[in-house]
């Protein structure tokens, strides 16, 4: 197993530990209410609304994919994975980011955007790093 290969599954673990929660709709909403206490007692900047049944739906759904994809990179932590899950991130911060600025969306998204961030870009420059390494051979 490579180098690139390791950091791919590490990846896969990272979010099937702190994904897996937001699968689970009684589980999510206890989180959710975690998070905006946090946000509440650190006074932290932006808003965090109120969380609604539709809110839930989503967050569930997309806990669900997300914790399909982590497993079949644990599974097969392939370089091509790596990219395409460094994409998703950039994807996602991006998201993030537009939270925070455009939507004053809660200060707690830099908790979730900053380890979002650094996965994708690690995995995008391993990937183009392997490939060019495989490209001298």
């Known amino acids: 197993m490579t180098h690139f290969t390791m950091l ?3 990846s896969a673990l990272y979010d099937l ?3 897996s929660a937001f699968a689970i709709p009684i589980v999510a ?4 209410d975690l998070l905006r206490s ?3 007692a650190l006074s932290l900047s932006g808003d965090f609304p109120t969380f609604t049944a539709m809110h839930l739906l989503f967050l569930n759904l997309l806990g669900s994919v997300v914790i399909v994809w982590s497993v079949l990179r644990i599974r097969r932590p392939e370089p091509l994975y ?6 998703c991130r950039l994807m996602f911060s991006s998201a993030m980011g537009f939270a925070l600025f455009a939507g004053n969306g809660s200060a707690i998204i830099w908790a979730f955007l900053i380890p979002e961030m650094c996965w994708g870009v690690v995995q995008l420059l391993g990937y183009v790093r392997l ?7």
């Open 29 to 32: 909403g206890f989180k959710i």
């Open 8 to 10: 791919v599954r590490a």
């Open 38 to 40: 946090i946000h509440v």
């Open 17 to 19: 530990v702190l994904t």
């Open 82 to 87: 790596g990219f395409y899950d460094g994409l």
């Open 131 to 137: 490939r060019s390494t495989m490209a001298q051979a």
